[in-house]
């Protein structure tokens, strides 16, 4: 039970929200504040996926401005996809897009999804995100700062 | 016009076939005919049993010295009418299975014959004519049960029944003949006037042996072991008669002999009949849940639902010998709802399962599935019969069970250490049994008809004849009845508990109107208010769904999620092994599986695995365990008598002389 | 109708619809306490509402292969819940649907939805769906008849298995709530509801690995309104088991059979209080236990199981005579 002190010791970590950034993308469905994420890695070094996990957890919190990653892409609005496209993964990434009901979003991540970044002309590469499927918001960056993810998001969900 | 078609060796000339095909039509139709005949014949004379006067016949000639003599009474109208019902939707049902399978003649003329075995046993008035009536019932379904005898498993299956049957007979041979002799007379009527002066001895040993004989035909534990043998190899039909008949006919057996011959018996009566009933009830059901042969789960779920009759009976027997009349009332009214609740289901179920068989020759649920689209009435069929079989609301053994826990809910335990005990047991294998149903007939609903086909036979096939879904149709409505309105039962059930006044039938039993209301208890439930409240529940959850409709986009027809990848074999779907693998682990002490797994190398590199068989069997643990003990101590003690017949002549003289004279020296 | 039987009426409708109202509200609190408890900000109570509105918006998706079953599994899981929303007695006592389904009515509804959930997900023919389908059943089949003991001890005292009639019996004599009928049963109900509704330590509720999942495993395949209803059908059975949790141990403030206006509010603010705490607590208990290994969940049902058993021998033994 110590726990129970060491919780009211640590208090709050959560990083203070900026203002809400201007809305660049509709959120889907025109309901704001609510946007659940099927992330796919289409072949990312998995850098992208560390800096999305940190993201969503405790010092940044994601979910308090409504962006949710969930398991299934029937449950998503959109995916949020990582890393270039390989050429064993661009019919899974088209699979899952096609899982996923209408409205949805796509959001490319890093600089590998959004431009191949420094995987661009590889031999097992099939292109970037948006050369495969149609991409709404990209983040740029090797990898982007949860900060910046977070701005991406929330450009969408408008909260 | 006729084409003239040369003849093949495999294929028969059409002109051939064609009169072939018709005389087969007319026959099974007569013999559905002449079933289900007999079946309204059973029905009406069955009912007036129960609310006219009782019927007595007396045929002198036909046995020598005692007659045989035929007395229907209220309790006989009441199986005779549940054997007449059964049987009118097995007859129209077997117009068309016996077509689609190709019965023989013998067949087809034993299902009429068996039908009228089984109106017989009711009947009887007297202890000759009880068992006569009940020998050939076992005999016509033993000759029922071979009909595809060509087949090993079907020889092995019945021999194991007749041997099974033969024995229970003989428990209750035994059992009659000692009662009839300490009664003093043949007929029932006079057993049952003389019973007072029967001794507390001789009541014990009747009462044990009609508990091995007729609990054996019955199915409860632990001589069940024939049923999830016989039912199987069965024809469907046959299956249907047997579950939903022929073992009322044990549960009769133990009523009229024990309950109301016997009259009322001392407390460790009804402690046994609950203590049987309840095991019997937790082991089938535990079986059913983890059997993968559709047929052997319904099986398994007969022994299971017996077991609840008998714990009623138990509970309305252990009550009123305690004097809590107006329970054991309760408790007697909710095993005679149980016995036809569980006439409508099982029956529904055999037929259902049978129309899979004909359609796609397959009783393994792990090769079944799919069948919803191209077979949707007997789709909707089995799902009634799974609904009833599992005990939930809306469903035809809900009622029952209901008032099964509230009989024993109620009993009077203060100052009362073995009811204060013996009760909450009961009331928790109840709730058990509804648990572990709940996962075996979704198990055999959700793996054998849902998703798509795990095999090419179950995606050829195709839905049942008319006749068949006439069959099945007839028991779904006797299930919605029993699920929604019960109360169209409650003069039958008023009628059959006053003839049962040694547990508890001259007091009220509970109300059977649009509520059903617990006498001098509070307590109340109505099905059909439910059933309405729920529909306009549903309805209610489809509006609300309906919120934001004119924001959506066009609704889709898309793949299924495969993870990723492009498409699911059906091979990746559940079967009925791994849903039910769980709880087999959880029950592994009590199941005992036997599993294998063989691992195949490839010849180049002892790395590489070719191949991985994995085999389990769940044998019924009884069988293992008691009889297999019992049948080899039976053959080693016969290994030693036949040191006895040596072959010598002049020593069976002997025997023969020794024999006689011990005869003589008895009689003298 | 008299005008009581019209309050009575209104007090149900108004259960239900509080019920609709406050299940995602009542999600979205536990989301917060956890949230704050774990030192982040949290979405927010509204949360739940606004996914909800959302997928009501989407696309309506019928997978290939599926069935009826798959299409109306989510309106029976809800309908099922609606009515017993409306049969229990969680603002007033006198429901019209009381004397028509007791416990064993409320226990076998509430497993109708179960069953047809799980139908649905085996309906799907994917392996995760079966896998959630065997899961759930296995865990439901223990559930259940704990359920059933769990509720019947406590109905000893008041010798009735109408809902109604046991939580006056509970409100007319508070001292037995301390025997040890009642505390034992109260241990394995706490238990089974945690089971039932997929709280942890059975079930992770917020859990994205598929392995991991018995309750979700089987909505896998459900998009847009299908999964708004199974979701808050998933809401509402919380709600209402925490309710009829809240009112068989602590049933003051329930209007009686015959309520005025004022009682009826007074019943409103006393369930919805209720439930908020018992929520509150459930949520911070959530933050202290790992998920149990899935093959550990038969041993802890079975415990309950039998701390049920003797919850009722023991309300048998102990039972302090009522008038």
């Not at chain 1, 600089?111 to 995100?129: I, T």
């Not at chain 2, 008669?241 to 009804?270: C, K």
């Not at chain 2, 299930?479 to 039938?505: H, S, Y």
């Amino acid at each position: 039970m110590s726990w129970i002190a060491k919780i009211g010791r640590v208090g709050r970590i959560v990083e203070p929200a900026d203002d809400a950034p201007a809305t660049t993308v509709a959120p889907p469905t025109g309901v704001g504040g609510s946007l659940q994420l099927r992330h796919v890695d289409a072949g990312s070094c998995n850098g992208c996926e560390l800096e999305i996990t940190g993201a969503f957890c405790s010092v940044y919190d994601a979910e308090r401005f409504g962006a949710r990653i969930v398991a299934s892409p029937r449950h998503a609005d959109g995916l949020i996809a990582t890393g270039v496209v390989t050429r064993n993964m661009h019919q899974p990434l088209l699979n899952t897009l096609k899982a996923v009901p209408e409205p949805r979003v796509v959001i490319a991540v890093g600089d590998c999804a959004c431009n191949g970044g420094a995987f661009a002309r590889g031999y097992g590469v099939v292109g970037s995100v948006a050369d495969v499927i149609p991409v709404d918001v990209e983040i740029p960056g090797c990898p982007p700062t949860p900060a910046q993810i977070i701005a991406a998001l929330r450009t969408v969900t408008g909260r | 016009m006729t084409t003239a078609l040369p003849d093949s060796p495999t294929v028969p000339a059409l002109d051939k076939a064609l009169p072939a095909a018709r005389r087969a039509h007319a026959q099974a139709v007569a013999s559905g005919s002449v079933t289900a005949a007999l079946g309204v014949l059973g029905v009406a004379l069955g009912l007036s049993a129960v609310f006219g006067a009782p019927r007595h016949l007396r045929i002198g000639w036909l046995l020598p010295l005692v007659g045989v003599i035929f007395d229907l009474g209220p309790l006989g109208g009441f199986f005779v009418a549940a054997t007449g019902a059964v049987s009118i939707a097995v007859g129209i049902y077997a117009v068309g299975y016996a077509q689609r399978e190709h019965w023989a003649r013998f067949p087809l003329v034993m299902l009429p014959l068996f039908v009228a075995a089984m109106l017989l046993v009711p009947a009887a008035g007297s202890v000759t004519t009880f068992l006569l009536a009940w020998e050939l019932m076992a005999a016509a379904s033993l000759v029922l049960v071979l009909s595809e005898h060509h087949r090993a498993q079907v020889r092995s299956a019945g021999a194991f029944y007749a041997v099974m049957t033969q024995l229970g007979f003989a428990a209750i041979l035994l059992a009659l003949v000692v009662l009839s002799a300490a009664g003093g007379g043949d007929a029932f009527a006079t057993i049952a006037a003389g019973s007072g002066g029967i001794s507390g001895g001789t009541r014990t040993a009747v009462f044990l042996l009609t508990l091995m004989g007729f609990g054996s035909k019955a199915g409860l534990l632990p001589l069940h072991a024939w049923l999830p043998r016989a039912h199987p190899e069965a024809p469907s039909p046959v299956s249907a008669l047997m579950s939903a008949a022929m073992v009322n006919m044990g549960i009769y057996g133990l009523i009229r002999i024990d309950l109301q011959i016997l009259g009322p018996g001392p407390h460790w009566w009804g402690l046994t009949l609950m203590v049987f009933g309840a095991l019997s009830a937790v082991f089938g059901v535990l079986q059913a849940s983890v059997a993968t042969d559709l047929k052997r789960l319904l099986a398994y779920s007969t022994t299971e639902n017996m077991g609840l009759v008998t714990l009623a009976l138990g509970a309305a027997t252990l009550l009123s010998s305690y004097g809590a009349r107006q329970v054991a009332a309760m408790a007697m009214t909710a095993a005679l709802l149980l016995i036809l609740a569980h006439a409508a289901f099982k029956t529904l179920a055999f037929l259902g399962a049978g129309s899979v068989l004909a359609a796609t020759g397959l009783r393994d649920l792990d090769k079944l599935g799919g069948l919803a689209r191209r077979m949707p009435g007997t789709t909707v069929m089995f799902g009634i019969a799974a609904l009833g079989a599992s005990g939930l609301p809306l469903g035809a053994g809900f009622v029952g069970e209901w008032l099964l826990l509230q009989s024993l809910i109620h009993s009077p335990h203060e100052n009362n250490t073995l009811l204060a005990l013996t009760m909450p047991l009961s009331v928790g294998a109840v709730a058990l049994t509804t648990g572990l149903g709940i996962a075996a007939m979704v198990k055999a609903f959700g793996v054998g008809f849902l998703a798509r086909p795990r095999s090419a036979a179950a995606q050829a096939a195709r839905e049942a004849p008319t006749s068949m879904m006439a069959g099945m149709a007839l028991a779904a409505a006797a299930c919605g009845v029993f699920a929604v309105a019960p109360a169209a039962l409650g003069p039958l059930l008023k009628q059959v508990l006053a003839a049962l006044p040694t547990v508890g039938g001259n007091e009220a039993g509970p109300a059977l109107g649009a509520y059903l209301r617990l006498p001098g208890i509070p307590g109340s439930m109505s099905p059909g208010l439910i059933a309405v409240a729920l529909v306009v529940a549903v309805l209610l959850a489809l509006g609300l769904g309906r919120w934001g409709l004119r924001h959506r986009p066009a609704a889709a027809v898309v793949p299924l999620w495969a993870c990723g990848a492009d498409s699911l074999s059906s091979k990746m779907q559940y079967t009925a092994t791994s849903f039910a693998e769980p709880l087999q682990r959880v029950f592994d002490n009590v199941l005992k599986p036997e599993t294998d797994v063989e691992v195949t190398h490839f010849a180049e590199s002892q790395y590489l695995v070719e191949k991985v068989t994995y085999r389990t069997l769940l044998a019924d643990p009884v069988e293992q365990r008691l009889y297999t003990p019992v049948v080899g101590a039976v053959t080693a003690w016969a290994h030693w008598v036949r040191r006895a017949h040596p072959g010598s002549v002049h020593l069976y003289l002997a025997y023969g002389a020794l024999g006689l004279l011990i005869v003589l020296v008895i009689t003298r | 109708m008299s005008a009581t039987t019209g309050l009575a009426v209104l007090a149900t409708a108004l259960q239900v619809l509080a019920v609709v109202a406050g299940a995602p509200l009542v999600v979205g609190g536990m989301r917060q306490v956890r949230a704050r408890l774990e030192g982040r900000a949290g979405g927010g109570i509204g949360q739940p509402w606004r996914d909800l509105r959302k997928q009501l918006r989407k696309q309506q998706i019928t997978p290939q292969g599926t069935t009826v079953v798959f299409g109306f599994a989510p309106a029976v899981v809800a309908g099922t819940t609606l009515l017993i929303a409306a049969i229990l007695p969680l603002i007033a006592l006198g429901s019209p649907l009381d004397p028509a389904a007791d416990l064993f009515g409320v226990v076998g509804l509430l497993f109708l939805g179960t069953v047809a959930l799980t139908l649905a997900g085996l309906d799907t023919g994917t392996a995760f769906g079966g896998m959630g389908s065997s899961r759930e059943i296995t865990i439901a089949a223990p559930v259940e008849p704990t359920l059933l003991l769990a509720v019947f001890a406590l109905s000893v005292p008041g010798h009735s298995a109408n809902l109604a009639a046991i939580v006056s019996a509970t409100a007319d004599n508070p001292g037995q709530l301390v025997s040890p009928g009642s505390l034992l049963a109260f241990v394995a109900l706490a238990i089974v509801i945690i089971a039932e509704t997929g709280r942890l330590p059975v079930d992770n509720p917020s859990t994205h690995l598929e392995l991991t999942m018995i309750h979700e495993a089987m909505v896998l395949e459900y998009a847009g309104p299908k999964l708004a209803l199974v979701e808050w059908a998933s809401g509402m059975r919380l709600t209402v088991l925490l309710g009829l949790m809240a009112n068989l141990f602590l049933p003051w403030g329930v209007a009686g059979a015959h309520p005025s206006v004022l009682a009826i509010l007074i019943g409103f603010v006393a369930i919805t209080l209720k439930v908020a705490v018992l929520a509150g607590v459930l949520a911070a208990g959530e933050v202290f236990i790992a998920k149990l290994r899935y093959f550990r969940i038969p041993e802890l049902l079975a415990g309950s199981f039998l701390l049920a058993l003797l919850a009722v021998t023991a309300s048998y033994f102990f039972a302090t005579p009522t008038n």
